[in-house]
């Protein structure tokens, strides 16, 4: 059974950084396409970013450019560098594991920031 663990949330002021991480256990990240996702109060939850075990990668456009995925295959874990955040950045964001029949989100974390 895969489980994810996710961490790095935090308030932050508008320009600065965050490292968001995943880490997957019971199920190897360089098998599974790894995507970070958000969810904004009342709205729904949306793609960010993924990666595939190919390496392939793409982002929603609000984040190209600012946000970077990135898989440490030792670590088994993913990444989510957030740069130059918005306030409009401010959600829940969840990791999600997508192998086969495993369709596995994350407890999510929460990234707020400040104007």
């Known amino acids: 059974q895969v489980s994810l663990m996710e961490s790095g949330g935090g308030l932050v002021q508008a320009g600065e950084s965050l490292r968001l991480s995943c880490a997957a256990v019971?199920?190897?990240?360089?098998?599974?396409?790894m995507g970070w996702y958000r969810q904004a109060p009342g709205k729904q939850r949306d793609l960010v970013a993924r990666i595939t075990r190919d390496s392939s990668t793409d982002y929603d456009e609000s984040v190209k450019g600012r946000f970077t995925i990135s898989r440490d295959n030792d670590e088994n874990t993913v990444y989510l560098q957030m740069n130059s955040l918005k306030p409009e950045d401010t959600a829940v964001y969840y990791c999600?594991?997508?192998?086969?029949?495993?369709?596995?989100w994350g407890q999510g974390t929460q990234v707020t920031v400040s104007s």
């Open positions: 019971g199920g190897r990240v360089t098998v599974a396409t």
């Open positions: 999600n594991y997508g192998f086969g029949e495993y369709n596995v």
